[in-house]
């Protein structure tokens, strides 16, 4: 069973470009959720899709959005990026809701803006 | 809101001995979850176990286990037989409806 799938593994944009990340989740899997890890925020929840809707939001600027599909694989765009942005950014897919089942995570995209 | 805290931001334990790692979070919430995640070099974030609020009985996986105390909003892992491959980021993480919050994460490092 293919686990999630993060692509691309490895991104470099400039201040102000916008970027799209994909997610594939695990077969069968709903609800695909998005987190940012940074070094000094640590894991912060962005949000979570469950059959094509948006369902729980973070507590991030506009700049920030998502979709999911209806073979339920998730894309994240961010506009206009700023050097904050610079994070490992992870997907999460589960069966159900996120948090009573079990999250499996991809590798996660490294965004790098310079 | 909900929060987590991990009080160790680093630690480490020789190959083959027993550490704990502790969480506390702050909830209101009566049903959620609780988990451990394990991130290592790699950086795949892996479910390590998960504990039931509503559930008394402290959950096991192998050589992981949790001591959970409910009352207190302690939910502290506990490596037993640690090996080299248990060296990794550790997160603990609390999940209630729609909302799943990490703690900041405890390095941990098996010494050989």
């Known amino acids: 069973k293919a686990g999630v799938t993060q692509t691309p593994r490895y991104l470099i944009k400039t201040r102000g470009q916008q970027v799209t990340l994909s997610c594939s989740p695990i077969?069968?899997?709903?609800?695909v959720s998005w987190y940012q890890q940074t070094p000094g925020q640590g894991l912060q929840f962005l949000f979570e899709?469950?059959?094509?809707?948006?369902?729980n939001k973070g507590n991030f600027p506009g700049r920030f959005s998502g979709r999911q599909f209806s073979n339920s694989r998730s894309e994240m765009n961010v506009s206009t990026l700023e050097l904050g942005d610079s994070a490992l950014y992870l997907c999460?897919?589960?069966?159900?809701?996120?948090?009573?089942?079990?999250?499996?995570f991809g590798q996660g995209t490294r965004l790098t803006v310079v | 809101a909900q929060t987590v805290t991990q009080s160790q931001p680093e630690m480490s334990v020789q190959e083959a001995e027993t550490v704990t790692l502790s969480c506390t979070y702050d909830t209101s919430e009566n049903n959620y979850y609780l988990f451990w995640y394990k991130q290592p070099p790699s950086r795949q974030m892996i479910l390590v176990i998960r504990?039931?609020?509503?559930?008394?009985q402290n959950a096991t996986e192998n050589r992981f286990s949790v001591n959970f105390q409910k009352a207190a909003k302690s939910f502290s892992l506990k490596i037993s037989d640690s090996q080299l491959g248990d060296t990794a980021m550790y997160f603990c993480?609390?999940?209630?409806?729609?909302?799943?919050?990490f703690g900041p994460g405890t390095r941990l490092s098996v010494l050989p």
């Open positions: 999460a897919s589960s069966i159900g809701q996120a948090t009573w089942g079990e999250a499996f």
């Open positions: 077969s069968g899997h709903r609800s």
């Open positions: 899709y469950f059959s094509e809707t948006q369902r």
């Open positions: 993480a609390f999940g209630y409806g729609q909302n799943f919050v």
């Open positions: 504990q039931e609020a509503y559930k008394q």
